[in-house]
């Protein structure tokens, strides 16, 4: 579910309120073959399972289970050049790396407000699972929906039959005596770092305002994508603890696959993030 409405504000209907739900699947071992495929079954089927409710995924990111801040999409440097390098001009050369595809994420630091609220003017290094990916430059993404604020961020493990929630708190570690066991889900933070690439962006001396001594102050517009990185890390290490679904049975999904059997399957390894914002049409 993506915009709530428009705001009755002196900004007009330009300022939108947006839900962003992300479904995030850790994966055990190898990476996936039927990246083309496997990914859109999953995410359709949960699309379906929770039509209209808050929780209903707009998009689903899939990653090595301790490799958050390492991988990209969970498989070969080959299988995610094909999903995500896009062809537009017919000359058998990417002109573009996406972002998202159909609601996929690439990486879950660059995460769009919206499904198809974001795009990359450039192309990426995709790499092979578990390895460093190429995040786009800020200068390089555009969009329509410009983050404002951040105004609520929460997230929950999902156990099957039943989701995972600490009992005195989102989430915790220690038996409930962590006090940071929730710093992952602080919208201040999420917010502070899409801010921090503003102004990085500002300050670079490629592209930005420092740019072979220029004293031009515009400014990109943006951010159109935010790092929920953060919150998870405190999903992956939150009730469920993680450990990772198995690659091959994953793999082997159809569009036929029932939620039973997917909730079944990735149970403590799939959790849902969900950010309220305030955006901007641009």
Do not use: C, W
């Amino acid at each position: 579910m993506t915009s709530i409405g428009g705001l009755d504000v002196a900004f007009g209907a330009r300022m939108q309120v947006v839900r962003t739900n992300v479904m995030t699947l850790a994966l055990a071992g190898t990476g996936l073959a039927n990246v083309t495929t496997v990914p859109k079954y999953i995410l359709n089927t949960y699309k379906e399972a929770l039509k209209g409710s808050v929780i209903e995924p707009d998009f689903l990111y899939i990653y090595e289970i301790g490799q958050i801040n390492a991988s990209g999409l969970a498989t070969t440097a080959a299988v995610a050049n094909t999903l995500f390098n896009l062809d537009n001009s017919g000359d058998d050369v990417a002109d573009t790396t996406a972002l998202e595809v159909g609601g996929v994420l690439r990486d879950i630091r660059q995460t769009p407000l919206a499904v198809n609220s974001a795009f990359a003017d450039t192309t990426a290094t995709n790499a092979a699972f578990s390895a460093a990916y190429t995040l786009h430059n800020y200068y390089d993404i555009n969009g329509n929906l410009a983050l404002e604020a951040v105004i609520g961020l929460s997230a929950m493990a999902l156990d099957d039959t039943a989701a995972d929630q600490a009992a005195t708190g989102v989430f915790s570690d220690n038996a409930n005596a962590d006090p940071n066991a929730m710093a992952g889900l602080f919208p201040q933070a999420t917010q502070a770092l899409a801010f921090k690439d503003v102004y990085d962006n500002a300050t670079a001396s490629t592209g930005g305002n420092l740019d072979a001594g220029s004293k031009y102050t515009g400014m990109h517009k943006g951010p159109f994508t935010v790092n929920l990185t953060t919150a998870l890390e405190q999903l992956e290490d939150g009730p469920s603890v993680a450990t990772g679904a198995a690659a091959a049975t994953v793999d082997a999904y159809t569009s036929s696959t029932t939620f039973g059997t997917m909730a079944a399957d990735i149970t403590g390894d799939a959790g849902i993030i969900s950010m309220i914002s305030l955006a901007k049409v641009v």
